[in-house]
């Protein structure tokens, strides 16, 4: 049974730093590039950054360019977003996903439905 499970939300303050962290089980982790999206009240769940199966090659949106960092440990199987600077429309519920098979091109990992698991979600909200 995979299971992902995101931890380190919370409440901040505009231009504060927060890391999200992402525990995978239940599956071969260093198979599966992993994505975090985000999905604020009444929006579509957006993507925010991946990163490849070793780690190597990662994407951002434009949004969190430079403020954000997506890295993966594959000996504790678990990923993580340092988040700087935070801004209120940072403010959403951040979720992780596992994606197993496809390529790499911008267009496919950054699409919610090119992943195959995902977890709950942490409530991430920015103050201004």
């Known amino acids: 049974q995979v299971q992902l499970v995101e931890s380190g939300g919370g409440l901040v303050q505009a231009g504060a730093s927060l890391r999200v962290s992402c525990a995978a089980s239940?599956?071969?982790?260093?198979?599966?590039?992993m994505g975090w999206f985000r999905q604020a009240p009444g929006k579509e769940r957006e993507f925010v950054s991946a990163?490849?199966?070793?780690?190597?090659?990662?994407y951002y949106t434009e949004s969190v360019k430079g403020r954000f960092t997506i890295s993966r440990d594959n000996a504790k199987n678990t990923v993580y977003l340092q988040m700087n600077s935070l801004k209120p429309e940072d403010t959403a519920v951040y979720y992780c996903?596992?994606?197993?098979?496809?390529?790499?091109?911008?267009?496919?990992?950054?699409?919610?439905?090119?992943?195959?698991?995902w977890g709950q979600g942490t409530q991430v909200t920015v103050s201004s």
């Open positions: 996903g596992a994606k197993r098979s496809g390529g790499w091109r911008f267009d496919q990992i950054s699409l919610p439905d090119e992943y195959n698991y």
């Open positions: 239940g599956l071969t982790f260093s198979s599966y590039a």
């Open positions: 990163v490849s199966w070793s780690g190597a090659y990662t």
